[in-house]
Every structure is written in structure tokens, then in C-alpha cells.
């Protein structure tokens, strides 16, 4: 059977084609039998379009339609007729019109599908995912997809028209400590040796400018074995950019006009530039998090001199010990008793706090709070010394404990204060850069300071002369509605300064050469003043589209534990294979020694 080559899409069938013959190809969509004369939507990727069987037209071809069911791929070719005034749908760019059918090929049938492309109900996710190909058909995830298209395309020009080359890296580098974990690639051809999955092309993109590019882009792949959340996957990709000669101010204009196209284009939004800037503590200070969501208020405000006045074992021990008391004020809100041991047992269950303390008034004007025989009379004019514009109709949240562990608390309990109070306008977007970021921080895991942002970050001037907690970086970050959109920085480009952070880092001499001899040895051959960024493209397509979860605009995502449920993966291999590598697995799967034990008990 020769196929009969479509001719125009099914969007595209509108009146400028009427009384002309057309061949389309798609899925069944809908199908709707009238009495004989039987109706179908066809679908392609384009839209739908109403097509007639009737056997007036064609007897043969109205007989063969009744075979059709949702999600057979056919062929036809037809006329194309206007509908009726009463049939007309102004919901589709096709509704004024439909194709009466002469001919139809079946191309292919489908069995009996495991969700209906067409529910807009609730599909679970497991489902979508197993059966990834066809939730693709779904009008939301086709929009997705297009909508990923079509803002990478917008970069690629945008990029072009700046003056910058797009330049590929290599997947397969040197596993090098620092940043995430890597993925292992075991070597064939140099047995016992390894490559990483490169977690981002950092050091190549600093490479290229020493090699003189000056101005890099790419659409980089990168791959990190994390711990994964709604807004992580193992393998991603990012808009990754260098430029050479350059300070922070000259990057963030650059990546600021990729923005005000990107929001035009997509959301019709004129966004205002510069975009406003704010420091790390600034930012940590107000909200408890360097990614703030400032389409609302609730910022966290010191109430230390207040609480620390307090008769509380607990709160003074806390203080005495260095901490802080911050607390959030709730306006306009009712809240119970049961309210309130509700929240409390969030922040301890959920956010980690050793607890929260409450405080609310009730309507005779005393207060009502766990604590409340420990308080002074005059409390409430104390607490409106620190928190101006409290008053008896609002509700108070303290936290009090260690400042930074005590505030990132707070932090997430505004943000959950924010979704259920319903605080947050969800129709705008809040773009800012967070600036002046620490240059270190302490791993209480590891007991030593580490890199916030990695070891290539070029310090602030002065910083010589600093504690290591007081460096501050040359580091930026691009923020949008509490979403981290991207961050770069300003890097190293003197070896002398790069072996002191490394020294500073605890990693010696030796470790740095064995680990990173090339970027030292590029450093002492004309290594000019440059800095990057590098933004999610993933997390930028899940808001532009709206959706809360990545994987919504990843063609084929991983689960929250790293399977593909369609393909079954990761999976184990044939130990040939592992030969081949002169690899050997030690894992014990516990299943396995189960069942092995079970059935040795049932021997006996």
C-alpha cells in the first residue's frame, strides 16, 4: 500500500483551503458515530480537524470508518467543506470548517490504551512515566516541548547576534573533586581507569578563554549524581556562558537582555532593566533564603533583644550560646488552637527546628500562647519596639536558635505560610540578582570550609586580610519567584591566588597538580580577567510553562530515585560485559539473600 503523503497539517486547514482537496495523517482522536455518517478528530502535532464519513460521499471508505477507534494512525484525503453555522466551534483554528472523507488508509491500529490521551483528569505520574510515548501526545506536554524549542532557538539567536561562538565540550572528562558528585565511566581501553560525566563544562569554558574565544555559549548537557526533588535531575541541561575582559556588571547586562526577549516572546512581560540587585545578607537577613520569593511580604524580623529578657531556660540557653530569636508576623489570618500545634509540629517534623513558639490574641486582648505565664505584662508595646506595626489582630512565629540554622527555618515556613494562606500571585514574576555571596562556608559534616560556590570563584578585593567567614565572593546569582534561574561568577585568573584558595581548602600542593595541573599551568601562560554564568534551562521552561515538577518539560525524565520507568533503568549488566571492563560488582542484593534464606529454612 502507498501511503498517501500528507499534504497539510491538520492545524492548517482553515478557510483559505475551502473546496480544495487535502491529505492529511494522524491519530484518531475522538470518534463519534451519527446515525451512520461517522465523525473524527484527527490530531497531529499541529492541532485537530474535524473529519466526515459519510456515506454519501464515499460508501465504502463511511463503511471503513467504523472500524476506527482512539489512537489508530490513519491517512485520508478529502474535500474541505464548510460546517453548518450551528457546528461551528470557535474553540479551534479548524472549527469553521471539516474534510469530507474519500479515501482512508489504516496505517496502524492501537489496542486498548493505559490512559486516555485526552483525560484532563488526574493520571498518575508512575503512568505517564512508564508510558512516556504516549503522555508526549498529550496537548500540555506537546506544548511544553514546543514552547523548550522554541526558547532555545530564541538563545541561539540572540547569542549570534552578541558576538559569541557556540562551542561543544566533552562529556566524558576527568573526575575531579569539588561541586557534585560524578558519575563513573569505566575506561575499555585503560583498564581501572575512569572518566566523569562532567557536571557542567566549568573548566573547559575557563580553558576556551585562554584559548582566546572571549565569548563562549552552549546548550551543555551536564550530569550529577544527587540526591533528586521536583526541580533535579541526574542529567539536565543548562545555558552555559564565558566571556573574557569582562566584570560582574558586563555579564548580568548581557544576561539581562537575553531575559527581557525570553519574557516578551513567551509571557508578554516588559521587564524593567536593570534588574534590582541585592546582597547575600541582605536577602538571608529578610527572608531566610539566598532564592527568595518576593511576590509576597512575611519577612523575618530580629526580635533577639525582646526574647532574651525572657524567664525561658530554653531560650536563654539558646541566646547565651550565640543564637538569635527571629519571628514572622501573620496578618489577617484566624488562626485556632488546633492552628497553631498544627504549624508547630510542621516546623519540628518536617523543617527540623527544636520547636516554635506562638503567640496570638484573643479577643478580650490577653495573649494566648504555650508560654504565656512567662510573659510580661507589657509584652506585646516590647515586641512593637523591635516589630513596628504589630498589633493584638496579628499572629507570631519565633524561631530562636543558631542564626543561620534558625533563619533557613524560618525561610521555608514563610514560603509554606505563603502557598496555604494563599499570599502568592502566582500571574507575576519578581527577577533579581543576589550578589556578594560568602566565599566559604563551613561543612559541619566534614568539619572543615569549603567552596559555596566552587574553587575557581574569584574573592573580593581584600580578602586576604579577612576571616575566612567575613570573604565575600564574586558571585552572582539570577533569581525568579524563589527559584534559582542560574549563577556565575567572576573566576581566578592569577595562579598565585588559585594555589592560596586551594591552600585555604586544605587541598595540598600535590592534590592540586594531580587534580587540576592543566588549569594551573594555562594560569601561567596569559590567562586573562574573565567570568561566566550558567543558567537551568529545564527550571526556566517549568516556569515559563507554568508547571511546579521538571519533569514536565523533559522529553524523558527520571523518577525521584533516577529510573526510567519506561526503559527499566538503571539496570544490571551480563557479567561479560563487566569482564570486558575487568570490573567485578560486589553488591549483595538483600531480596536475593532473602529469598535464599527462605527457601533453605523451608529445606529443613
Not at 496537548?139 to 538563545?155: G, S, T, Y
Not at 504555650?370 to 506595626?389: N, S, W
Not at 514560603?415 to 502566582?426: Q, T, V
Amino acid at each position: 500500500m502507498q501511503l498517501l503523503k500528507r499534504t497539510v497539517f491538520c492545524g492548517q486547514v482553515t478557510n483559505e483551503l475551502l473546496s480544495t482537496t487535502v491529505t492529511l495523517n494522524g491519530w484518531v482522536h475522538r470518534r463519534r458515530d451519527h446515525g451512520g455518517v461517522i465523525f473524527v478528530d484527527l490530531r497531529d502535532r499541529s492541532g485537530l480537524v474535524q473529519l466526515v464519513f459519510d456515506p454519501s460521499v464515499n460508501g465504502t471508505t463511511a463503511e471503513a470508518a467504523h472500524a476506527l477507534r482512539s489512537e489508530f494512525v490513519v491517512a485520508v484525503q478529502g474535500t474541505v467543506v464548510a460546517r453548518s453555522k450551528e457546528a461551528i466551534n470557535d474553540k479551534l483554528s479548524t472549527g469553521h470548517i471539516e474534510v469530507h472523507i474519500t479515501t482512508l488508509q489504516i496505517l496502524n491500529k492501537a489496542a486498548a490504551l493505559p490512559f486516555q490521551i485526552d483525560d484532563e483528569g488526574a493520571i498518575s505520574e508512575e503512568l505517564r512515566l512508564k508510558y512516556r510515548y504516549l503522555d508526549l501526545r498529550r496537548q500540555n506536554m506537546h506544548d511544553n516541548l514546543k514552547m523548550r524549542h522554541e526558547v532555545i532557538f530564541a538563545m541561539r539567536n540572540y547569542f549570534h547576534e552578541q558576538g559569541f561562538y557556540e562551542i561543544e565540550t566533552p562529556i566524558l572528562s576527568k573526575s575531579t573533586p569539588g561541586g557534585a558528585r560524578n558519575f563513573l565511566v569505566p575506561s575499555r581501553s585503560q583498564p581501572g581507569s575512569f572518566y566523569g560525566l562532567v557536571e557542567s563544562p566549568q573548566i573547559y569554558k575557563q580553558l576556551l578563554m585562554v584559548g582566546g574565544m572571549e565569548r563562549y555559549f552552549q546548550i551543555a548537557r551536564c550530569f550529577r549524581d544527587e540526591a533528586l526533588r521536583a526541580s533535579r535531575q541526574p542529567e539536565f541541561t543548562q545555558l552555559d556562558i564565558e566571556m573574557a575582559f569582562i566584570d560582574e556588571e558586563t555579564i548580568q547586562t548581557v544576561c539581562e537582555g537575553l531575559y527581557k526577549i525570553l519574557w516578551k516572546k513567551f509571557l508578554n512581560i516588559e521587564l524593567a532593566l536593570p534588574l534590582k540587585r541585592y546582597s547575600f545578607d541582605d536577602v538571608f537577613n529578610r527572608f531566610g533564603s539566598d532564592k527568595p520569593d518576593m511576590r509576597f511580604g512575611l519577612e523575618i524580623q530580629d526580635a533577639t533583644a525582646i526574647f532574651e529578657k525572657l524567664e525561658l531556660s530554653f531560650v536563654k540557653a539558646a541566646i547565651n550560646a550565640g543564637g538569635k530569636a527571629g519571628c514572622i508576623v501573620v496578618k489577617d489570618q484566624s488562626f485556632s488552637r488546633t492552628d497553631m500545634d498544627r504549624w508547630s509540629d510542621r516546623v519540628t517534623k518536617e523543617l527540623g527546628a527544636k520547636g516554635l513558639l506562638w503567640f496570638k490574641w484573643r479577643e478580650d486582648g490577653t495573649i494566648d500562647s504555650p508560654v504565656t505565664k512567662f510573659l510580661p505584662a507589657d509584652f506585646l508595646a516590647q515586641l512593637q519596639t523591635v516589630i513596628p506595626g504589630l498589633t493584638k489582630e496579628d499572629a507570631l512565629f519565633v524561631v530562636i536558635g543558631d542564626y543561620e540554622d534558625a533563619w533557613t527555618v524560618l525561610g521555608q515556613l514563610r514560603l509554606a505560610f505563603g502557598r496555604e494562606l494563599r499570599l502568592i500571585d502566582n500571574n507575576s514574576f519578581e527577577l533579581f540578582w543576589v550578589t556578594d555571596f560568602p566565599m566559604f562556608e563551613y561543612d559541619k559534616e566534614s568539619k572543615k570550609w569549603v567552596a559555596r560556590h566552587h574553587q575557581f570563584t574569584s574573592p573580593q578585593a581584600g580578602w586576604e586580610n579577612q576571616e575566612l567567614k567575613d570573604v565575600k565572593a564574586r558571585a552572582y546569582d539570577l533569581v525568579c519567584n524563589g527559584e534559582e534561574l542560574g549563577g556565575g561568577s567572576i573566576r581566578i585568573h592569577s595562579a598565585e591566588v588559585q594555589s592560596k584558595i586551594f591552600d585555604l581548602l586544605g587541598m595540598t600542593r600535590e592534590k592540586a597538580e594531580e587534580k587540576f595541573k592543566f588549569l594551573l599551568d594555562a594560569q601561567t601562560v596569559g590567562y586573562p580577567p574573565e567570568g561566566g554564568v550558567a543558567f537551568g534551562i529545564d527550571r526556566l521552561i517549568m516556569i515559563l510553562t507554568g508547571t511546579d515538577a521538571i519533569r514536565d518539560v523533559i522529553a524523558f525524565p527520571k523518577t525521584q530515585n533516577g529510573s526510567c520507568l519506561m526503559m527499566s533503568s538503571p539496570s544490571t549488566v551480563e557479567d561479560a560485559q563487566l569482564r570486558e571492563l575487568q570490573i567485578k560488582s560486589t553488591y549483595i542484593d538483600p531480596k536475593a539473600v532473602a529469598q535464599k534464606k527462605a527457601e533453605t529454612t523451608n529445606a529443613l
